[in-house]
């Protein structure tokens, strides 16, 4: 009899261990759960939050590069404010067509600005910097290394769209030459013009166009200003042509006006 109850009490105390053992595997098995979740959601967070960190540095940098735009340029709404009169001189030009009429005035606003260290402006041109290593911003940051001297650069446009203007007015030779001018930037395909003194416009006491050759080939034609400077006569000619293109007619490049004096 005793032996019979020793052995049910045993079976009994098995069946209690193993039920508090199965408990504490359950329990452990839990928590494990518990951790994991909580330790994918601390990484979850954390690539979120490195994401969101990423996008907003992203934004804050593409605010330093220009948005592209295609350059354009129209000539009466430049005209039309009354603040370039300069460049009303149709009476004086009665000997050229309306298309070279247009073709040299575009040709002449654009060489002088040129000459002014500027460009035909638009209405997108704002100022950025760029170091000697091409690095680009929209604000001045100094830095004392001897590599990062900042210049103080322009947006124009794209460079195919500024491009294609200059070939609208200009025979390929003179786009040539103009785009060779080492003030142009280019980063990518956007097109930008290194700002710096070029002097300022002269204006003439009399000044007068005349022809010297005309076909239907081309026109050339010359500008003589004059000019009273400390009671002495400053004479200064441009000589512009014209040439008729498969495309219509275009100018030569030319020389501005502006004076070292």
Known sequence: MKKRFWAVLA???CMTGCKATADTNQADIEQAALENRQTTAEVTTEQITETTMSIAAAEEASEDIAVSIEYEFDLYKYLENGKHDEYLLRNELDFL????????IKALIFVD????????STDSNSFYWINENG???KSLVSDESDTAQIYPYFYISTYKSFYEYLQSVFTQDAVDEIMSDERFFTFGDELYFKWNDGGGMVYFDDSEYN??????SEIVFEYTAHRLINNEEWVCTRKTKLVHTDNGWRSEFFKNLYSEK
């Open 211 to 216: 022809v010297i050759e005309e076909n239907d």
């Open 11 to 13: 079976v009994i105390l």
């Open 135 to 137: 690095e680009i911003s």
């Open 97 to 104: 067509s309306d298309e070279q009429y247009d073709t040299y």
């Open 113 to 120: 600005y040129l000459g002014n260290s500027s460009v035909v």
